[in-house]
């Protein structure tokens, strides 16, 4: 057993003692951290700034008409692409120790920062926009020379009644277009939705004319979007990986797509820039797939619905079948970004018991063998990486939820970091490689 000061020597040793000052291994919350404010893990807390009263004097943050831009003054031939692979992490930066956790993405050598915006906590009447706690993210993530990508959930339920997306999408494009109007390349890029195949991402059930629906929306919010900022990539939302077909839990991911890509004679083609992705893992290693190289988990029962395994969307390399489905449908010129990836270890949620089978170490060597994977060998005929970034999931939710008292969480299990902010074994060994392939890209 390793214990806590002869880690610290051996880290010393390595020549990483940096990481634990700015990661603080004696668990304490920095000054500056509220405590007594739990940190939220499952949905941002709604801004703190009150909606003036009718006879108050201070004007809204943002009151934006609707203004509906015609789609052919800005559609492109081609879409936005990354010259080599981009690392970044998914964070939750709302109400905790932002200047820590930045600080700790680029010491793990992360180029992007993940951070979901709930659409619902920001609108607070139709048209007005309190942005407060987004202000305070975008500038010091800017200020720590990260860049941001911004994926946009949950309309208001003036909008939508249960919280999915809204029935028209211009209310959508308004939201969007005041975002970028406000913080131009400050995000680099926003992947419009979450999981949208999901009942529970799309208002509690999921129909076969939610797909072509969701085009109109993606097409509504790249027009607003790219009307203000061309740079910004558009991201067309990441199903969840699931061979699920239930209209209360979900659209198998591929047939999603599909639905997607055909609609209106593939209408969709210029209104993203690339393919966001969720390629599932549980507790199968990087290199397996099913059915030609399925996982063997020791320990697993044998029993399907508990080693989960015995289906190609348990398995990382599912985003093959993506980017074959990509390719098959003529939408093979756009980049898949992996928007969320990872592998759980021991946890106390039901349904995440695959945990239990990959131990911290084992979580480490997964996650640095799927990015091998992904540099070394997902690349096009002409050599170009088909995956422009990959978001591992996550960085800081070990400690929200320790702060919470349930470090044992399944959001916390997928952790780089521990509930006392101290470095993972994956954290650890992404410095050394994100060095590594950054200096073989030339960067």
Same mark, same amino acid.
């Given at each position: 057993?390793?214990?806590?000061? /002869?880690?610290?020597?051996?880290?010393?040793?390595?020549?990483?003692?940096?990481?634990?000052?700015?990661?603080?291994?004696?668990?304490?919350?920095?000054?500056?951290?509220?405590?007594?404010?739990?940190?939220?893990?499952?949905?941002?807390?709604?801004?703190?700034?009150?909606?003036? /009263?009718?006879?108050?004097?201070?004007?809204?943050?943002?009151? %934006?008409?609707?203004?509906?831009?015609?789609?052919?003054?800005?559609?492109?031939?081609?879409?936005?692409?990354?010259?080599?692979?981009?690392?970044?992490?998914?964070?939750?930066?709302?109400?905790?120790?932002?200047?820590? &956790?930045?600080?700790?993405?680029?010491?793990?050598?992360?180029? $992007? %920062?993940?951070?979901?915006?709930?659409?619902?906590?920001?609108?607070?009447?139709?048209?007005?926009?309190?942005?407060?706690?987004?202000?305070?993210?975008?500038?010091?993530?800017?200020?720590?020379?990260?860049?941001?990508?911004?994926?946009?959930?949950?309309?208001?339920?003036?909008?939508?009644?249960?919280?999915?997306?809204?029935?028209?999408?211009?209310?959508?494009? !308004?939201?969007?277009?005041?975002?970028?109007?406000?913080?131009?390349?400050?995000?680099?890029?926003?992947?419009?939705?979450?999981?949208? !195949?999901?009942?529970?991402?799309?208002?509690?059930?999921?129909?076969?004319?939610?797909?072509?629906?969701? &085009?109109?929306?993606? %097409?509504?919010?790249?027009?607003?979007?790219?009307?203000?900022?061309?740079?910004?990539?558009?991201?067309?939302?990441?199903?969840?990986?699931?061979?699920?077909?239930?209209?209360?839990?979900?659209?198998?991911?591929?047939?999603?797509?599909?639905?997607?890509?055909?609609?209106?004679?593939?209408?969709?083609?210029?209104?993203?820039?690339?393919?966001?992705?969720?390629?599932?893992?549980?507790?199968?290693?990087?290199?397996?797939?099913?059915?030609?190289?399925? /996982?063997?988990?020791?320990?697993?029962?044998?029993?399907?619905?508990?080693?989960?395994?015995?289906?190609?969307?348990?398995?990382?390399?599912?985003?093959?079948?993506?980017?074959?489905?990509?390719?098959?449908?003529?939408?093979?010129?756009?980049?898949? $970004?992996?928007?969320?990836?990872? $592998?759980?270890?021991?946890? !106390?949620?039901?349904?995440?018991?695959?945990?239990?089978?990959?131990?911290?170490?084992?979580?480490?060597?997964?996650?640095?063998?799927?990015?091998?994977?992904?540099?070394?060998?997902?690349?096009?005929?002409?050599?170009?990486?088909?995956?422009?970034?990959?978001?591992?999931?996550?960085? !800081?939710?070990?400690?929200?939820?320790?702060?919470?008292?349930?470090?044992?969480?399944?959001?916390?299990?997928? /952790?780089?970091?521990?509930?006392? $902010?101290?470095?993972?074994?994956?954290?650890?060994?992404?410095?050394?490689?994100?060095?590594?392939?950054?200096?073989?890209?030339?960067?």
């Amino acid at each position: 057993m390793i214990t806590p000061r /002869s880690r610290r020597q051996f880290l010393r040793l390595i020549g990483i003692a940096p990481i634990l000052a700015a990661c603080g291994t004696t668990g304490n919350a920095p000054a500056n951290q509220a405590t007594s404010v739990p940190a939220t893990v499952l949905a941002p807390q709604p801004t703190q700034t009150d909606v003036p /009263s009718a006879n108050a004097t201070t004007i809204p943050t943002a009151v %934006i008409p609707t203004v509906v831009v015609q789609p052919t003054a800005i559609r492109q031939v081609d879409p936005l692409r990354t010259s080599y692979l981009e690392f970044g992490v998914v964070g939750h930066l709302y109400y905790t120790d932002r200047s820590r &956790v930045l600080t700790l993405t680029r010491i793990a050598g992360f180029d $992007w %920062i993940r951070q979901q915006v709930h659409w619902k906590d920001i609108e607070s009447t139709p048209g007005v926009y309190y942005w407060d706690e987004v202000d305070h993210i975008v500038e010091d993530v800017a200020a720590n020379s990260v860049k941001l990508l911004f994926n946009i959930v949950q309309a208001p339920d003036f909008y939508n009644a249960t919280n999915g997306k809204p029935s028209d999408p211009l209310t959508m494009g !308004n939201f969007v277009e005041a975002m970028v109007k406000r913080y131009g390349t400050q995000i680099g890029a926003i992947e419009i939705w979450n999981e949208p !195949n999901l009942a529970v991402e799309n208002g509690g059930r999921i129909a076969e004319e939610d797909p072509g629906r969701y &085009v109109e929306l993606l %097409i509504e919010c790249y027009t607003r979007i790219k009307a203000v900022e061309p740079s910004i990539v558009v991201l067309l939302a990441a199903p969840s990986s699931t061979g699920v077909r239930n209209e209360s839990i979900a659209m198998p991911d591929e047939d999603y797509l599909r639905a997607v890509y055909r609609y209106k004679g593939g209408i969709v083609r210029d209104y993203f820039d690339a393919q966001a992705a969720h390629p599932g893992a549980a507790a199968n290693p990087p290199d397996t797939m099913f059915p030609q190289n399925p /996982s063997r988990i020791e320990g697993c029962l044998p029993a399907p619905d508990r080693c989960w395994n015995d289906h190609p969307t348990h398995y990382f390399r599912h985003i093959e079948d993506i980017r074959r489905l990509m390719v098959d449908e003529g939408f093979g010129e756009h980049q898949i $970004w992996i928007t969320e990836y990872g $592998w759980a270890t021991l946890n !106390n949620t039901p349904n995440f018991e695959f945990g239990q089978f990959t131990s911290l170490e084992q979580q480490a060597e997964y996650i640095t063998r799927a990015i091998n994977t992904v540099y070394e060998e997902y690349r096009d005929e002409q050599g170009r990486p088909w995956v422009g970034a990959m978001f591992l999931w996550n960085m !800081n939710f070990a400690v929200l939820w320790g702060a919470q008292g349930n470090p044992a969480h399944e959001q916390a299990s997928f /952790s780089i970091l521990n509930p006392d $902010w101290s470095p993972r074994p994956t954290f650890i060994a992404l410095q050394g490689l994100h060095q590594r392939l950054k200096k073989e890209e030339g960067r």
